[in-house]
């Protein structure tokens, strides 16, 4: 049996202890240490899923056992920890969005090339079953040429001012930048690069400094147009809907099962509208966090690039970015 890729996981957070979860359901990976700054909570996490805990970012990414880091921390740290991490000669995993901003993802995309070590980053939705069924149909031609797309992502909360996410600062954006940036690169992956973004953001309802809806209007290079919204507001929420010149699809996940990862494609639901009836399409069942890690095993070991990279991260920021940039000036922001 080949033996797993030792890793180190940063950030122990609730989604950290859903990816050290899914670390555990590979045999093709091992918690090696951990690192967390609250230190009652990542002696916890260490306890939970068998791995030691360190003292600092510096000791857990240092251990001999670590191969690769896992960096599920706050937005505006992943470049400085990203560039920690490839001095040492350890790939680096990090969560979605890549960065704070596009110079920083730039910094990191060439910090982990001049060491020679993968930056892979989490772009998980992809990879569930009804996102690459889609990818098939759309392939196949099944839908004709599509002409928009509409997707929402919501998720309610309490943001208090101990949350990174609280702020508008370190969180610009706030729920397209954490949730809907999921829809835009998985739009990306079945239609295409983005031209040209507008966007609109409000404070409706949160206590928190950040807007809690948010609104971004698409231009696909190929013609096709697409609006992504999402809020920290309303129930949880999680669709994409496709409409092409031969039949229309609807995408949509049951959310009361979030963040279970692993049970979304049971819950979810895909049908195809034509012409001449409704059709249910059939897809496979994926494990998409177990799916993204092994390739991250993969690439630790040479034998994969990752599906997205630095190329990939970066451009589902950059629409975010822009979406921002075009509700400060009230004009559209072109995408070079």
Not at 180 to 196: A, F, K, M, P, Q
Request: hydrophobic fraction near 40%; aromatic fraction near 6%.
């Amino acid at each position: 049996m080949t033996r797993p890729v030792g890793l180190a996981l940063v950030g122990t957070g609730r989604w950290g202890s859903r990816l050290a979860a899914a670390v555990g359901r590979s045999n093709r990976l091992r918690l090696v240490t951990c690192f967390g700054r609250d230190a009652g909570r990542r002696s916890g996490f260490a306890t939970e899923h068998g791995c030691r805990a360190a003292d600092s970012f510096e000791e857990a990414i240092e251990h001999p056992g670590v191969e690769g880091v896992v960096l599920a921390t706050p937005n505006d740290v992943h470049a400085s920890q990203a560039g920690m991490c490839a001095e040492q000669g350890r790939h680096v995993f990090v969560e979605k969005p890549i960065a704070y901003s596009l110079s920083d993802a730039a910094t990191m995309e060439t910090a982990c090339r001049r060491a020679g070590v993968a930056l892979m980053v989490g772009h998980a939705f992809r990879r569930l079953g009804a996102a690459r069924r889609v990818k098939e149909l759309l392939e196949a031609g099944t839908l004709g040429r599509v002409v928009l797309a509409e997707a929402n992502f919501s998720l309610p909360g309490v943001l208090t001012p101990d949350q990174w996410r609280y702020y508008r600062e370190s969180c610009p954006g706030g729920p397209l930048m954490q949730l809907g940036i999921h829809h835009v690169d998985t739009l990306r992956y079945w239609l295409g690069s983005v031209e040209r973004v507008q966007g609109s953001f409000a404070r409706v309802a949160t206590s928190a400094e950040i807007d809690d809806v948010g609104v971004a209007l698409l231009d696909f290079e190929n013609g096709a147009r697409g609006v992504i919204t999402g809020s920290y507001v309303s129930p949880r929420t999680f669709f994409l809907r496709l409409y092409g010149s031969e039949a229309a699809l609807a995408y949509s996940i049951d959310m009361t099962v979030w963040p279970d990862a692993g049970r979304l494609d049971e819950h979810t639901t895909l049908t195809l509208f034509r012409q001449n009836g409704i059709e249910d399409v059939g897809m496979s069942r994926r494990d998409m966090l177990v799916e993204e890690l092994e390739e991250f095993a993969s690439c630790v070991k040479g034998e994969a690039e990752p599906e997205t990279g630095a190329t990939e991260g970066t451009a589902a920021l950059a629409v975010v970015l822009a979406a921002l940039e075009s509700h400060a000036s009230g004009q559209a922001a072109q995408l070079s």
